[in-house]
């Protein structure tokens, strides 16, 4: 046996109480293609950071998973995703030496992340 690697992240998952609510949210807001049927599969993107995603693993008060979806405009985002129901939480951080960031929650409270391309 070779020498052990890292496990990347491969998939994930956002469960809803209402499903065709939160289908609309993201098909909308990302324009990401999203199947029927009980478990509606999401397609992958294109354009993301090489190899794949990365991610990082903070302390907080509350446990949770945080999406991060890259966007083009991040105020015209940010404007969509309140016109679709969700809410903003931070408006603009420009994280020093990174990328400017801003935070929603989608309709059903899920923290989201948008980072600006």
Not at 43 to 52: C, D, H, S
Request: aromatic letters at 6%.
């Amino acid at each position: 046996m070779g020498e052990d690697w890292a496990r990347p992240v491969v998939h994930w998952e956002i469960e809803a109480v209402d499903a065709e609510r939160q289908r609309a949210f993201y098909s909308s807001l990302f324009n990401w293609d999203i199947g029927d049927g009980p478990i509606m599969n999401v397609a992958p993107g294109v354009g993301g950071p090489e190899p794949g995603p990365a991610g990082h693993l903070r302390a907080s008060g509350t446990p949770r998973v945080t999406l991060y979806i890259q966007v083009r405009d991040l105020r015209e985002s940010l404007d969509k995703a309140v016109a679709l129901g969700g809410a903003v939480v931070i408006d603009r951080l420009d994280v020093p030496n990174g990328p400017t960031l801003a935070a929603i929650t989608d309709p059903e409270g899920n923290p989201v992340t948008l980072v600006q391309q």
